[in-house]
């Protein structure tokens, strides 16, 4: 899996090695993630004030539209919000914080529809996509050979993973 802890020879563990690792790694989200929501929550500090939906608390509703729209936008193409002038992709990941943080912290107002069986559908579906796309494999949808240096990079992951452990 292209991430493991590596013994350093001749280092004696620190004890505060042993508790660091029961903790959440921290170092796992990516940071141009958190640069990207960072922008994203700045203007919204400028606009509405720092931290105010915890203040004010939050509809499910109204984040999910503004995810949904953002992703949209640039699903299709759009890569800029042309109202703040930030990527729609920074924009999408700040609806999900402050649903994650609303949810938290107990102000989040849950007005989502009443369940549907949605992952049920889809896991029963299953099936039916595999035998609808026949003997298509994933290499016949090959990125272009010019993805530069982070492809690169992907590919020696995957080929380190599938090597066996020694």
């Known amino acids: 899996m292209c991430f493991s802890w590596v013994p350093v020879e001749g280092k004696e563990?620190?004890?505060k090695d042993l508790e660091g690792l029961k903790r959440v790694p921290?170092?796992?989200?990516?940071?141009?993630?958190?640069?990207?929501g960072a922008m994203a929550f700045l203007e919204g500090h400028l606009k509405y004030r720092q931290y105010n939906w915890r203040d004010a608390g939050v509809r499910a509703s109204?984040?999910?539209?503004?995810?949904?729209?953002?992703?949209s936008a640039w699903w299709n193409g759009e890569d800029i919000d042309i109202k703040s002038g930030l990527p729609h992709l920074w924009k999408a990941i700040a609806c999900l914080a402050i649903l994650i943080d609303s949810d938290q912290c107990g102000n989040l107002?849950?007005?989502?529809?009443?369940?549907?069986?949605?992952?049920?559908?889809?896991?029963?579906?299953a099936y039916m996509v595999?035998?609808?796309?026949?003997?298509i494999k994933p290499s016949k949808f090959r990125l272009p050979d010019?993805?530069?240096?982070?492809?690169?990079?992907?590919?020696?992951?995957?080929?380190?993973?599938?090597?066996?452990?020694d």
């Open 13 to 15: 563990t620190n004890p």
């Open 26 to 36: 921290m170092g796992l989200f990516p940071q141009t993630a958190v640069i990207a």
């Open 62 to 71: 109204i984040y999910n539209d503004a995810l949904l729209r953002h992703m």
């Open 109 to 125: 107002t849950d007005d989502r529809p009443p369940p549907a069986p949605v992952q049920k559908m889809q896991d029963a579906l």
């Open 130 to 135: 595999e035998r609808m796309q026949g003997d």
């Open 146 to 165: 010019d993805q530069g240096a982070y492809d690169r990079a992907f590919v020696q992951c995957r080929e380190k993973d599938a090597q066996p452990d």
